[in-house]
Each structure stands twice: as structure tokens, then as C-alpha cells.
């Protein structure tokens, strides 16, 4: 019997048969998700789900393997070899990355951890990623570089917004509201688009990368390529963004499932180690996305408003009455079908 129990069996006792409107029971500790608990009650440590501890776990690996390299690894690419203090910033970098991802495992650090983390990606890609784009628009690998960072971003970013929601009723703050999530995931689409293109301009080597045990290397290069493009115009569009989310975040993990890991297990040099801590990160990034577009988080259920008119405007013309926009619709929605399709017959091969 409880504490609360053997309260009100003694007010019983006492010819009362209601308990004074000043008595109040005490309440559990109800963790949130699998957040664990000390020994006095507080959280600890907080996970919101998949996508937040892969992240988190991510993030510290970037930090340790930084550290151990003294040197910048995947995702903190770019800086100029001639840039003072360049050793230094590669450090700085490995800090913030092993730094953060602690952080946001801990219940009373996770939301500054965000912030910190976010705002060292948005200050990366401005400083590193958008001069990159300005000086050789032309490459393909530099969108793909400048759409790795913005699909970290958005990762982040809805990390911001999640506990900036469960910061006990203060207010979401600057950056943390709806129309900061719609942002992230206008970024997560944009990434992805560069990620499909590079399908195409790096054809050959997509190719290579394809299973031996598939069949049809070709087709897989284009249909992988295509179908990232396509959902990332859906989630940037509003248009079945919640399945084109989740389809993406699967492609991305089948992606480090069936290619990295093999080339791990067998032995890897440098360059497909950090082609493979890569792949993780945007992976881990996108089922971040992919978690937020829940009617509710594990964090605190909220489902968010409807999408912007100009976004409404933009997925009614795709389902509009015309037949242009009606093929338009049905291409969109047969691809996202496709990868759906593809991805059971890839688990079951």
C-alpha cells in the first residue's frame, strides 16, 4: 500500500468520507520515451526516440574519431588548407561534436546541446559550405557537400524544437517554433535533392556501389537517385512529405545497411570509414525528420498547424482537378509507392 493509500484509509478512519480539498496525492515520476531516473527522482537521461539517440550516438563518434585523427572528418569538410588555426578549429570541431552528443542525452543539458550544435552547423555552412557553392556552382560535389550540412541542420534543428516544447511551459523561444520545424524540413528536402542529383552526375561510381547479389545495377542507380529526389520535393511541398520522410530516412538506412557495412565488415581503408561515419549521420539526421512528423512526440504530443497558404496553394495545384497537375500528383505519389515497394523486397531478398 502506497503512501497515498494509507492516507485516505486513515482519514476513513476518522469518520471522513472526502478528503480535504488541500490533501493532494502525490504523483509518480513518469519518465518520458526510455528516459531513465536518479536516484532522487530528476531525469537524467532523456531519448526521445530512434532518431534522437542514433543522432546523439553519431555525434560522439564524429567527436571521438576527431579527436583521435587530430583532423576534421566527414560532415566537417571544406576549410581551406591555408586557414590559420586550422589544426585548432579541427579540434574545436571534434569538441563540439563529442560535446553535443553528450549533451543531448542529458535531461538537463539536451536543449543547450541543440543550440550549440545547431548553431556551429548553420555558422559551417555559411562560412564553409556557401562560398563553396558561390565559387564553383557548377560541381556537383560541392551541392552535395552543401546538402550534407543541411540535412545535419535539420536534424538538429528538430531537436530544438522538441525540447524547446518540453521546456516546461515557457515557450518554444527563438528558432523553436512551427514555422522553425517547417524550415528544417524544407533543408532536409533540399539536401535530399542534391543527394539524387549526385546519382545521376556520379553515375558510374553510384553504379559500383550497387550489391553484387542485385540484379540491374543501372536501374537501381537511376530509381534510387530519383525516388531522393522525389521525396525531396514532397517534403519540401507539403505533398505526402510524412511518407516521403520516412521512405527516405529507410532508402538512407538500406544505403549504410547493404553498402558500408559489408565494405566494414571486410576490412575497410580511411576513405570508407568515413564514407561510412558519413552515411550514419545523415541517416541518423533523417529519421530525426522522419520522427517529427508524428501527431505527437515522445517528448510532449503536439501536432502541428496547418502548413503555410503559399505551401497549401503549391500541394493543391498538385492535386488539382487538371490533368497537368493531376499526372504531376500521380507521378509524385507512384514514386514514393515505389520506393515503399522496393524497400519491402529489399528486406525480404
Not at 571534434?94 to 546541446?113: E, K, N, P, T, Y
Not at 556501389?209 to 543501372?218: A, D, T, Y
Request: charged share 15%; proline share 5%; glycine share 12%.
Amino acid at each position: 500500500m502506497d503512501e497515498a493509500s494509507v492516507a485516505a484509509e486513515n482519514l476513513k478512519r476518522l469518520g471522513s468520507s472526502k478528503l480535504p480539498e488541500s490533501f493532494t496525492l502525490p504523483q509518480a515520476d513518469k519518465p518520458t520515451g526510455s528516459m531513465k531516473a536518479n536516484g532522487t527522482g530528476s531525469r537524467t537521461i532523456r531519448i526521445a526516440g530512434f532518431g534522437h539517440a542514433f543522432f546523439a550516438v553519431t555525434m560522439i563518434a564524429l567527436g571521438i574519431v576527431g579527436l583521435i585523427k587530430g583532423g576534421f572528418v566527414p560532415i566537417w569538410t571544406g576549410v581551406p588548407r591555408g586557414l590559420p588555426a586550422r589544426v585548432a578549429l579541427a579540434y574545436l570541431t571534434a569538441v563540439v561534436s563529442l560535446g553535443s552528443g553528450v549533451g543531448l542525452l542529458l535531461s538537463r543539458a539536451a536543449g543547450i546541446a541543440s543550440r550549440v550544435l545547431l548553431a556551429y552547423l548553420v555558422l559551417w555552412m555559411l562560412l564553409f559550405r556557401v562560398p563553396l557553392i558561390v565559387a564553383r556552382s557548377h560541381v556537383a560535389g560541392a551541392w552535395w557537400a552543401c546538402g550534407e550540412i543541411a540535412v545535419m541542420i535539420a536534424g538538429a534543428w528538430v531537436l530544438v524544437v522538441w525540447f524547446a516544447r518540453d521546456g516546461g511551459g515557457k515557450g518554444p523561444g527563438f528558432g523553436a517554433g512551427e514555422k522553425a520545424l517547417r524550415i528544417a524540413r524544407v533543408l532536409y528536402g533540399f539536401g535530399l535533392i542534391n543527394f539524387g542529383v549526385a546519382h545521376f552526375t556520379f553515375l558510374e561510381r553510384t553504379v559500383s556501389m550497387v550489391p553484387n547479389w542485385l540484379p540491374w545495377h543501372l536501374g537501381w542507380a537511376y530509381f534510387t537517385g530519383g525516388a531522393l529526389i522525389a521525396a525531396g520535393v514532397a517534403v519540401i511541398v507539403g505533398v505526402w512529405a510524412r511518407l516521403a520522410a520516412m521512405l527516405s530516412a529507410w532508402e538512407l538506412s538500406l544505403f549504410t545497411l547493404l553498402v558500408w557495412v559489408p565494405l566494414i565488415v571486410a576490412g575497410p581503408d580511411a576513405d570508407q570509414w568515413n564514407e561510412f561515419v558519413d552515411s550514419c549521420a545523415l541517416t541518423a539526421a533523417a529519421w530525426l525528420v522522419a520522427d517529427s512528423y508524428r501527431g505527437g512526440t515522445q517528448l510532449r504530443p503536439d501536432p502541428l498547424a496547418a502548413p503555410p497558404e503559399k505551401l497549401r496553394r503549391i500541394a493543391s495545384s498538385l492535386t488539382g482537378p487538371t490533368p497537368e497537375s493531376s499526372s504531376i500528383s500521380l507521378f509524385v505519389r507512384g514514386t514514393l509507392w515505389a520506393i515503399c515497394l522496393s524497400t519491402a523486397s529489399l528486406n525480404t531478398m
